[in-house]
């Protein structure tokens, strides 16, 4: 850790441009949560396809259904994820990558980790992310046109690769604002929720955590952002509003993390709660991949599909963590020059949420 007197803070902490991004913010979730725009391409593409293409789509579509290719899928995600993973991996992007980034809009400090992302603006963030965005949809339509054209054989492969990209790509954009998914369980935890808030936005059967993370992406330019307590989590709790939601998303995170740890230990965390996750949405996913895959061009609709899919979900990610980013902003900085011990607020996250 370096002295206090090594960094170069913000003047202010938070600025206007940062606390009014936050209204421009809130009206970027209300388009994400309209009508989906994935739904209306996949009826696009199926209106102008040809007849006699569709029968054919229809005669193979009856040898695989929705519980066989979630069942093939979750096979893969046991069995497979070694090689998923290996694949994923060259399109991930790295923390030395993601600080050399940040040291070039934070001239006045040398970024050395993650926890000192904090010292930049939330909105240069925000650019740096959108570049990062427009490699990952590039991403997705080769991802989604080469394993879609294999038709049905490639479907389950398709689905994992498709999701488990999706899911590494929210984990990127959570690095980029300075939140440690690799090395910080909580935060993996938080990132996986985030990526299933992203696919289904208004789900009906939210946990408690991602009902917090919807209430987070509903907030607009707050002044409680301009001075949080500086006493740790437990004062920020008592002081309910947007603190509390943010003491209560740590506290939720913590409690899982701590589950997830003791049942797969950190080695197969990421892994682990992948599984979950997959779980929970692969049925949905394994219906919509179904209703795409038509033979012969299926591998331009796998293409299209998985572009939209990961588009929304990229512009969720950055949402919310640039939202979080700035209302944890004064807290992170507070911790980072030693203002606030962070490990007494770790010993009391539980009973937060007691």
């Keep these: 850790m370096k002295n206090n007197n090594q960094y170069t803070l913000p003047v202010p902490i938070i600025d206007v441009k940062e606390e009014d ?17 994935l739904s209306k391409l996949g009826g696009k593409v199926i209106d102008v396809l040809p007849e006699p293409v569709k029968k054919l ?13 979630y069942i093939q899928s979750m096979k893969i995600v046991a069995d497979g994820f070694k090689i998923v993973e290996e694949y994923a991996i060259k399109f991930t992007i790295s923390e030395e990558s ?5 040291n070039e809009i934070v001239p006045n400090n040398n970024i050395s980790s993650l926890n000192e992302v904090c010292l930049a603006r ?18 997705a339509f080769v991802e989604g046109g080469i394993t879609g054209i294999f038709g049905f054989a490639g479907l389950p492969f398709n689905l994992v690769l498709s999701t488990f990209l999706y899911y590494r790509a929210v984990q990127s954009i959570a690095m980029y604002y300075g939140y440690d998914v690799k090395n910080d369980a909580n935060e993996l935890v938080i990132s996986s929720e985030v990526f299933m808030s ?15 993370i919807g209430k987070v992406m509903l907030i607009s330019k707050a002044t409680t952002v301009k001075q949080v307590a500086k006493k740790g989590w437990g004062e920020m709790a008592s002081r309910g509003g947007v603190e509390l939601l943010i003491a209560q998303m740590r506290a939720l995170a913590h409690k899982s993390a701590k589950k997830a740890l003791e049942k797969a230990g950190k080695k197969g965390l990421e892994k682990s709660i992948f599984k979950d996750v997959f779980e929970q949405i692969g049925r949905k996913l394994a219906l919509k991949t179904v209703q795409r895959a038509v033979p012969v061009i299926s591998g331009v609709i796998g293409a299209c599909f998985d572009t939209a899919q990961m588009n929304k979900v990229l512009e969720y990610a950055d949402v919310f963590y640039n939202k979080r980013y700035i209302l944890e902003k004064q807290y992170r900085i507070d911790c980072m020059v030693g203002v606030i011990n962070d490990e007494s607020i ?9």
């Design 21 to 37: 991004s936050l209204d421009k913010l809130t009206k970027r979730y209300e388009k994400l949560v309209e009508p989906s725009k």
């Design 198 to 212: 992203a696919l289904s936005p208004r789900r009906s059967d939210a946990s408690g955590l991602t009902d917090i």
């Design 346 to 354: 770790i010993e009391n996250m539980e009973e937060l949420n007691t």
């Design 98 to 102: 993601i600080l050399k980034k940040i």
């Design 122 to 139: 939330g909105y240069d963030i925000s650019k740096l992310v959108g570049s990062y965005k427009t490699k990952d949809i590039g991403l």
């Design 57 to 69: 789509g229809t005669g193979v579509g009856n040898s695989i259904s929705e519980q066989e290719l």
